[in-house]
Structures are given as structure tokens and as C-alpha cells.
T-cell receptor
């Protein structure tokens, strides 16, 4: 089956520091990877959509300078939160889809919960 | 602006049904998906609809009306384990394929 491993599951960082999270796709080809942040109020925000061999598209209020993303191949993607502050806390989720088979299905990682002190 | 709206909570009783509503307003429409998310876990794909009408998938069904910007997820013969958050997500035209999610409806099933 198709799975996405996301790590770390939880991380705590000091205000102003940075942290990186990674997603590994197994059993399918992660043609595109969307990164989301789910706030404590459960609001789902799309940060960016990354497609292999194409430019990464960031949503309004999110920038490459703050959330640099790497998507070097069809099985891996990473995102870093630079200079994290309180407003960056939440559950970060990667959702990958395989355009070659079931483009409409997003396979999610288990999420990285970021706490900022 | 673009948005996907869902009620926050829905309570129902084991053995009955629950209907989770979703309304959306997007610049273009390229399909609507439903996901189930349990507390502390990642969303899991349930269903995808792009044409108007009812799609029956056994334990649950999904309905779509594109002209009204409306969909619902119908859960039948509810079990306690169906208690979870149900997320509606819309794919809009914007040169990309990212989904726009609603905040989810927490369904609580009591005995």
C-alpha cells in the first residue's frame, strides 16, 4: 500500500531557531507534495505545493525564505521552518499524490507537531 | 475570496446516521474530496466526487451539487468508531493541484 512516513512526530524549539521536517513516500511515486499547517483551532492552511521538476508554488502569507522546501525526487520531500516563533506552532502535514495513478488521493504523513518556546 | 465551510460539530447516536455538510466558494472547481481525521492522526482519504449527484460507497455516501457549491458526506449505520473529524477539501483551478481544506466537522457518536 501507499504510505507516507513523516518525522519527527513532535519537536520543540526555542523562539528564533529553526527546525526541519521530512516526508518519505513508500509504495507510490510522490509526483506532488503539498505542505499544510493545521492550527490548534483546526484551521488547515496550505503552505505550498511542490511538484517534481517544477517550481514550488507558495500560498499567500507563506514564503520560500521562511519555509524552504526541497523535493528532489519522487519519494522524498522536506520543509524547514526558519526563525520559528509562537505563531508558527501547529501540526505540519505533508500530503503526497501520484499523478500517474490516483491523482485525486492525497496520502498524508502523520504530521510534525511544532511547539515553540 | 476562496473558502470551504463546514459546521464545527455534529452529534449522533450509534446505529443511526450523520450528514456532514460542506459549502465552498472557489475560483473554478476540479473536484471535492472527503477525508477522515482521528485525533492526533493524519487525514485519511475517503471519497472523491467531481460530478453532480449521489455516490454510494457502502458505509458512507457523498453528494455534490456544483451549481450550489454544496456537498455532504452521509455516514449510515453509525458505529462508535466513526467518531472523528471529517474534512471537506476542494481542488480549484489555479494552475496547481493543491486541495483547499475546510476546518472539519467533529462527529461524535454516542451509544
Amino acid at each position: 500500500g501507499a504510505l507516507v512516513y513523516q518525522y519527527p512526530r513532535r519537536t520543540i524549539c526555542k523562539s528564533g531557531t529553526s527546525m526541519r521536517m521530512e516526508c518519505q513516500a513508500v509504495g507510490f511515486q510522490a509526483t506532488s507534495v503539498a505542505w499544510y499547517r493545521q492550527s490548534p483551532q483546526k484551521t488547515f492552511e496550505l503552505i505550498a505545493l511542490s511538484t517534481v521538476n517544477s517550481a514550488i508554488k507558495y500560498e499567500q502569507n507563506f514564503t520560500q525564505e521562511k519555509f524552504p522546501i526541497s523535493h528532489p525526487n519522487l519519494s522524498f520531500s522536506s520543509m524547514t521552518v526558519l526563525n520559528a516563533y509562537l505563531e508558527d506552532r501547529g501540526l505540519y502535514l505533508c500530503g503526497a499524490s501520484d499523478w500517474g495513478s490516483s491523482a485525486e488521493t492525497l496520502y498524508f504523513g502523520s504530521g510534525t507537531r511544532l511547539t515553540v518556546l | 475570496g476562496q473558502g470551504v465551510e463546514q459546521p464545527d460539530n455534529l452529534m449522533s447516536v450509534e446505529g443511526t446516521f450523520a450528514r456532514v455538510n460542506c459549502t465552498y466558494s472557489t475560483s473554478g472547481f476540479n473536484g471535492l474530496s472527503w477525508y477522515q481525521q482521528r485525533e492526533g492522526h493524519a487525514p485519511v482519504f475517503l471519497s472523491y466526487v467531481v460530478l453532480d449527484g449521489l455516490k454510494d460507497s457502502g458505509h458512507f455516501s457523498t453528494f455534490l451539487s456544483r451549481s450550489n457549491g454544496y456537498s455532504y458526506l452521509l455516514l449510515t449505520e453509525l458505529q462508535i468508531k466513526d467518531s472523528a473529524s471529517y474534512l471537506c477539501a476542494v481542488r480549484a483551478y489555479q494552475g496547481g493541484r493543491a486541495l483547499i481544506f475546510g476546518t472539519g466537522t467533529t462527529v461524535s457518536v454516542s451509544p
